[in-house]
Structures are given as C-alpha cells and as structure tokens.
C-alpha cells in the first residue's frame, strides 16, 4: 500500500507542477496589459507603471515570475491582486458557500445516483427502469442555466417555496435550489453507471455460486454486487467532489451566490491574472487530493489497482 501511495504522490506532483506552469503561462500571455487597465481611461505615471510592474515582477521572464509564485506557495501565499487583497483572503471569505453548496449537491447525488441506479437495476426492464432512463436522459439534455431559472421560477416565484436567489435565509433553504440544479447532471451520469455495474455484477459467476451456496439474493446484492458495482461510481463521485468544490460558476451566477466560481468569474472578467492564477492553483490542488483519496479509496474496494 505505502508504495503505491508513493507512487501516486509524485504523480500528483507532477500534474500540479505542469498545470500550475500552463495556466500561469496562458494568463500572462493574454492580451491587453493589467497594469494599465487599472487607471481605465487615465494613463497611469510612468513611474507607477514601473514600481507595480516590479512590485508583482512583471518586469521579469516568465520562468522567474513563475519561480517567485512557486516560492509564494511554499510559504502559503497564494497572491495578492493588483488591488493589493490578499487571494488567499478572498478565498477564505468565499470558501463557506461552495462548501455548503458542494457538500449539499454532492450528498444528493450520492444518495439519489446510487440509489437509482440500483432500483433500475434491480428492476430491469420495468416501467421503474424506463422512468429512471427517462430522467437520466432528461437531466443530461437541459442546459444547467435553463434548469437554474426554470426551477428559481416554479419553485421561488410561484411556489415561493425556497428563496430565490442570495444567500440571506442560510442553508438550507438558500440551498437546495441551487444544490438541485448542480447535482441533477451527476445523479443521471452516477445512476447509469451504478445500473449498468449492478446489471454486469448480478450476471457474473460469484453470484451464481452464492446464490448457489443459499445466500439471500438481498445479502448477495448488498455484500457482493455493490461492493463491486460501487468502485466506478465512488470515482465520479470523489471527481465530481472535486469539480463542485471548485466552484461552479454558472449555477453561482444564475443564484447570485458569493462563492469560488463567482470570484474566478469576476476576476478573468477584469483580467486580475493574480486572482485567477491563485484561485485556479487552489481549485487544482482539490482535484489533485480528491483524486488521490479516490484511488487510495478504490485500492481498498479492489486490492487490484494496486498493481495497475
């Protein structure tokens, strides 16, 4: 185990490493100059000009500026914008909401993508099935915008059932709308992929020989069928962790939430290359540590992958 864990380390290391320098590198390299913009229409003193372009060393190759940010990240610094706040800061006033989101709509797809699946499984060919494939491909075929405003409207507007856009009422209730709409594109993917494992699994020689052998057909799925049939989804599922930790702008936007993918929208949207290289360095590092604990995760359900 402790090799693999090793092994699956410097790979992270690796992949931080070549994404740090790429996304780095590509917002530096856009168009316009930051330095200017700050001013808007007044051009700035050349004199300030030349003590922000040192202050961030912009006046540097990119390989230096990009070994200065390394160092910043040794320390835990992730930048500071051209405004002079602290990314790290405005990371930490934002974090609260996508966590709440995130944890909300990553529960319900947990629970409803694992529990139709198996349901649809368990009764193939039923109308159960077909209304679960109904859904599924219902959910995958609405863009997330239009479900966004279609829900604020039945369920904020005339139902008046949940708020409709902000965070004032606290969680849940500002919530579950925008947890809804986040989670419906994973609950189909999740419960397709449970329904196909569960369908392969019942059909496999271990199930034959434990039913064989007189285990309960309940005992035999919940033991043996899920154990196997879970390893793909509990991989999506840490992947999509992952993603809805990092923000999701849209669905920020359409609710009005001050989470992480509004900031990083805000931010390429005034060019402030500080804030968007840090936030996206931190987004990063939550995908890299989910999809280590994933794997170590799926070690443990299959002592296989180990040895892939």
């Not at 909401?97 to 993508?113: F, P, S, Y």
């Not at 004032?168 to 397709?192: E, N």
């Not at 009005?256 to 993918?261: C, D, K, Q, R, T």
Request: hydrophobic share 50%.
């Amino acid at each position: 185990m402790t090799p693999y864990l090793i092994r699956r380390l410097a790979e992270a290391l690796v992949v931080f490493f070549g994404v740090t320098f790429l996304i780095y590198a590509m917002v530096y390299a856009l168009p316009g100059d930051p330095v200017a913009a700050l001013a808007g229409d007044r051009p700035l003193a050349p004199s300030v000009v030349r003590t922000i372009r040192e202050q961030y060393h912009l006046d540097e190759p990119l390989l230096a500026q990009y070994g200065h940010y390394l160092g910043g990240l040794v320390r835990g610094d992730l930048g500071t914008d051209f405004g002079g706040r602290s990314v790290g800061g405005q990371l930490a006033d934002r974090w609260p909401v996508t966590v709440r989101l995130a944890l909300t709509a990553w529960a319900i797809e947990a629970v409803a993508g694992i529990g139709l699946g198996v349901l649809a499984a368990l009764r193939r060919n039923t109308w159960t099935d077909r209304a679960v494939l109904a859904f599924t491909i219902g959910a995958v075929s609405v863009p997330v915008f239009v479900l966004g405003y279609t829900v604020q409207v039945v369920f904020g507007v005339r139902l008046q059932w949940f708020p409709v856009a902000g965070d004032a009422a606290g969680w849940p209730s500002s919530y579950v709308l925008p947890a809804l709409v986040v989670a419906a594109f994973g609950v189909a993917s999740i419960s397709r992929l449970v329904r196909a494992d569960v369908i392969e699994n019942l059909r496999a020689d271990y199930v034959r020989t434990a039913v064989a052998k007189g285990l309960s057909r309940r005992r035999t799925v919940v033991v043996h069928v899920l154990r196997n049939s879970l390893v793909p989804a509990v991989t999506c599922l840490a992947i999509d962790l992952g993603y809805l930790l990092g923000g999701t702008v849209i669905v920020e936007g359409v609710f009005n939430l001050p989470g992480i993918g509004q900031l990083l929208f805000q931010a390429i949207r005034s060019h402030a290359g500080p804030t968007v290289v840090g936030v996206s360095t931190a987004l990063i590092l939550v995908f890299l540590v989910a999809s280590v604990l994933v794997d170590l995760l799926n070690s443990l359900l299959d002592p296989r992958t180990r040895r892939d």
